[in-house]
T-cell receptor, first 119, second 108 residues
Framework: GAGVSQSPSNKVTEKGKDVELRCDPISGHTALYWYRQSLGQGLEFLIYFQGNSAPDKSGLPSDRFSAERTGGSVSTLTIQRTQQEDSAVYLC?????????????????FGAGTRLSVL | GEDVEQSLFLSVREGDSSVINCTYTDSSSTYLYWYKQEPGAGLQLLTYIFSNMDMKQDQRLTVLLNKKDKHLSLRIADTQTGDSAIYFCAAGFNKFYFGSGTKLNVKP
């Protein structure tokens, strides 16, 4: 597809279970970001991948959260032993890191998000 | 890190102008952005302004930047019911810092 794709769109899980959220960035985009949006809140930065560089993990809230990006494309955000406070919408974005069409190279394009509900 | 703040709600009548305000703390932010989020959807980029600009106009949208006061605003002319959404300002370069969003309600 032409945009950032996230799956699943909705995920309901029980407290203590592990979940995996997937993000397919726009083809050719070298940078990928994960954010968390809690109900009525702004976006909280989680992690940032740029090419082959070590990811910026400074926003991950605890060691239960991890993310990887395979082959410089698809990314998976994993939350282990989920807690109720993990319930939120998890948004993924990608950017080309290259000037295109006059837009800044770091413009972020967002997917529709995965709504995670931990019961 | 950056601290970005917005008012939470704005209500206007259809046809009026809307002005959504944002303040930020990091004067080194190179770009400042406005995103729109409709219910159940991701964020859609509306416009951006480079930090060395004071104003940018794009059809019904006007962005004003006051670097001295670290204040950013988005003006929507002739606001329509389809403009009802949450508007986020964001600052930063690679790592974006987002405000909490302003919910715009447009009354017919």
């Amino acid at each position: 597809g032409a945009g950032v794709s996230q799956s699943p769109s909705n995920k309901v899980t029980e407290k203590g279970k592990d979940v995996e959220l997937r993000c397919d960035p726009i083809s050719g985009h070298t940078a990928l970001y994960w954010y968390r949006q809690s109900l009525g809140q702004g976006l909280e930065f989680l992690i940032y991948f740029q090419g082959n560089s070590a990811p910026d993990k400074s926003g991950l809230p605890s060691d239960r959260f991890s993310a990887e990006r395979t082959g410089g494309s698809v990314s998976t955000l994993t939350i282990q032993r989920t807690q109720q406070e993990d319930s939120a919408v998890y948004l993924c974005a990608s950017s080309p890191d290259a000037i295109a069409g006059g837009w800044p190279k770091n413009i972020q394009y967002f997917g529709a998000g995965t709504r995670l509900s931990v019961l | 890190g950056e601290d970005v703040e917005q008012s939470l709600f704005l209500s206007v009548r259809e046809g009026d102008s809307s002005v959504i305000n944002c303040t930020y703390t990091d004067s080194s932010s190179t770009y400042l952005y406005w995103y729109k989020q409709e219910p159940g959807a991701g964020l859609q980029l509306l416009t951006y302004i480079f930090s060395n600009m004071d104003m940018k106009q794009d059809q019904r949208l006007t962005v004003l930047l006051n670097k001295k006061d670290k204040h950013l605003s988005l003006r929507i002319a002739d606001t329509q019911t389809g403009d009802s959404a949450i508007y986020f300002c964001a600052a930063g370069f690679n790592k974006f810092y987002f405000g909490s969003g302003t919910k715009l309600n447009v009354k017919p």
